[in-house]
C-alpha cells in the first residue's frame, strides 16, 4: 500500500483523539470560582500571576477569558485608619472573567473545578464575617494561624462538605487592616492592609473548599467600603464591569465606588435572593441632604421592583437593620438596641412598612454572633449569621429580648433566637417555593439549633444555644 494510502487509512480507522485540556500550568492559579450576578448571571474568575488569561473548558470546548484588572499597585488613599496604619494595595496578579452560559455544566481552567449550580436551588450555605481581626484603633488581635480561634479554614471546609447548591457570604471579607503590634506572637509576620497578600491570607486561600464547591453571591460588608477593603472587593468579588470610577482607588470617586445597584439571582420555582450593597450604610441617623439618603433611596425603588418579580424573595445584605446589637458601656450596664438607624430612617421614608411585598427573608452579617427574629408577618424575618470566623461578639444577650429593644419602632418580635460567642455557619434546605429549614451549625458542622421559615415567619428550636465548641 502506498505511504500516502496508509496514512488516509490510518486517520479514519485511528482517529486523533479529541483535544483534552492540558496539564496544570507551572504557575496555576490562585483561585478560580463562580460568581453569580443580575438574572443569575454567571460569571467565572481567575486570579492568576501571570500576564495573559488562561483559556476555560466549558463542556469540552475552550472559552476565551478576559482581562478584568490588570497586576498592579493602586496608589495609596486615605482608608479609615491612622497614615501609619495603612500602605498601598498591590495587586501583583491579573484578574480574569468569562461569562458561562446558563446551560453550561462543566467548567474548569488548568485542571480546576469551577462549579455550576442546578437549575432550582434546595441546599444554601449562608457565611459571614470571616476574616481575623487585627485593628491599631481598638487594640483588637485575633491569632490568626490558631484553627481555635481562628477557624474559618476549617468552618469552609466543613460547609463545602455539606455540599451546598450555592454560597451566601453576607460580607466582611478582610479584617487584617493593620500591621501586628511590634512583638507580638500572636499575629508575628501576618500580611496586612488592602492588598493581595491579605487578601489571600484572610479570604481566597482559607475559602478556597467552599469557593471549589459551590457559585457564589457575594454581599459587600462595611469592611469592604472604598475606605477599607473596598479596592479588593471591586477587583475581586463585584460582578459589575470593573471601572475606574467605581474601583475605590481616587477617593474622590467614593459616592460613586460606595454604591452599587441591587440585583435578583433567580432560586427556581418563584423565588429569588436580591443582593443589596449598604457597606457604606455606617451606624447612625443620616443628616437633611446627606448622599446617602438619596442613593439608598433609588436602590431600595430598585429592589421594589425586583421585588415584583417572584413570588417570594430573601434579600442579602451585610446590616441587619431588623437585628438588634447588646451593648456595654464602661462601668455601666448592658443595653440592647437597634443595629442600624440609618438604613432604617430611609426605608422608613420610602415605605411605612419598611419592606415591599414579597420580600419574606433578610440574610445579614456585622454582628458577630447568630440571630433570627420574626414579627408575626408584619415584617420580614431577619437572620443574622456574622460567626463564621472574626472575632465575636461577646456581650450576651438575654434568651428573651426586654421591651423597648424592637430594632424598629413597631417592630416586636414574636420569635427571637441567639448564639453568642460561639463560630460556626447556617444551612438552608428548601421544602416548598418558600419554605426551608435553616440549620445553625458549629465549626464541626453539629446542628446547635433548628429553624422554620415559612413565608415571613420563621421560628428556633433553642431559644439561645449555649455550647462553645
Known amino acids: 500500500m502506498p505511504k500516502l494510502l496508509a496514512w488516509i487509512v490510518a486517520i479514519f480507522l485511528f482517529p486523533l483523539p479529541a483535544l483534552a485540556e492540558p496539564q496544570p500550568a507551572t504557575i496555576s492559579p490562585i483561585a478560580a470560582y463562580m460568581l453569580l450576578g443580575p438574572d443569575g448571571q454567571r460569571t467565572a ?3 492568576t500571576e501571570i500576564k495573559d488569561c488562561p483559556a476555560l473548558f466549558v463542556d469540552g470546548k475552550v472559552v476565551a477569558m478576559h482581562v478584568r484588572v490588570p497586576a498592579g499597585t493602586a496608589p495609596l488613599r486615605p482608608t479609615a485608619s491612622k497614615p501609619e496604619f495603612s500602605k498601598a494595595s498591590a495587586f501583583p496578579a491579573t484578574v480574569c472573567d468569562a461569562e458561562i452560559a446558563p446551560e453550561a455544566r462543566d467548567v474548569s481552567v ?6 455550576t ?4 436551588i434546595q441546599r444554601i450555605v449562608v457565611i459571614g464575617d470571616t476574616g481575623c481581626r487585627i485593628k491599631a484603633a481598638d487594640n483588637a488581635v ?3 494561624d490558631d484553627p481555635k480561634g481562628y477557624p474559618f479554614a476549617a468552618i469552609a471546609k466543613t460547609a463545602a462538605d455539606w455540599k451546598p447548591d450555592i454560597v451566601v457570604h453576607v460580607g466582611d471579607y478582610l479584617y487584617r487592616e493593620n500591621p501586628c503590634p511590634e512583638g507580638n506572637p500572636v499575629c508575628a509576620g501576618t500580611p496586612w492592609g488592602y492588598g493581595l497578600d491579605a487578601w489571600r491570607a ?5 475559602a478556597q473548599p467552599l469557593l471549589k464547591a459551590a457559585p457564589w453571591i457575594a454581599v459587600r460588608g462595611n469592611h469592604e467600603s472604598c475606605n477599607r477593603a473596598g479596592q479588593g472587593f471591586r477587583r475581586l468579588l463585584d460582578t459589575a464591569p470593573f471601572s475606574a470610577e467605581t474601583s475605590c482607588d481616587d477617593p474622590t470617586n467614593d459616592m460613586h465606588g460606595d454604591f452599587s445597584v441591587p440585583y435578583a439571582v433567580p432560586l427556581g420555582d418563584g423565588a429569588q435572593i436580591v443582593n443589596w450593597d449598604t457597606s457604606d450604610a455606617g451606624y447612625k441617623l443620616f443628616p437633611a441632604g446627606d448622599p446617602h439618603i438619596a442613593a439608598y433611596t433609588a436602590n431600595i425603588g430598585v429592589i421594589a421592583e425586583l421585588a415584583k418579580k417572584a413570588a417570594h424573595t430573601i434579600l442579602t445584605n451585610h446590616h441587619p437593620v431588623l437585628g438588634v446589637a447588646a451593648f456595654q458601656p464602661k462601668n455601666g450596664p448592658i443595653l440592647i438596641g437597634p443595629n442600624n438607624l440609618g438604613l432604617a430612617q430611609v426605608l422608613g421614608q420610602v415605605d411605612p412598612k419598611l419592606y415591599p411585598a414579597g420580600i419574606d427573608l433578610l440574610l445579614s452579617g456585622h454582628v458577630h ?3 433570627q427574629l420574626s414579627f408575626g408577618g408584619k415584617f420580614p424575618s431577619q437572620f443574622v449569621t456574622g460567626f463564621s470566623g472574626t472575632q465575636e461578639d461577646i456581650v450576651p444577650l438575654p434568651e428573651t429580648l426586654p421591651d423597648k429593644s424592637d430594632p424598629v419602632p413597631g417592630a416586636s418580635p414574636d420569635a427571637f433566637s441567639s448564639w453568642i460567642d460561639g463560630f460556626g455557619f447556617m444551612t438552608m434546605e428548601r421544602s416548598g417555593p418558600d419554605r426551608w429549614t435553616a440549620d445553625i451549625r458549629d465549626r464541626n458542622g453539629t446542628v446547635v439549633d433548628s429553624c422554620t421559615i415559612a413565608g415571613r415567619m420563621s421560628k428556633c428550636t433553642v431559644p439561645q444555644v449555649h455550647v462553645h465548641p
Not at 117 to 120: I, Y
Not at 202 to 206: A, E, Q, R, S
Open 45 to 47: 474568575r481567575v486570579v
Open 110 to 115: 488548568h485542571g480546576w473545578h469551577i462549579p
Open 117 to 120: 449550580q442546578p437549575r432550582t
Open 142 to 144: 485575633q491569632p490568626c
Open 202 to 206: 484572610d479570604f481566597l486561600d482559607p
Open 369 to 371: 454572633v447568630f440571630e
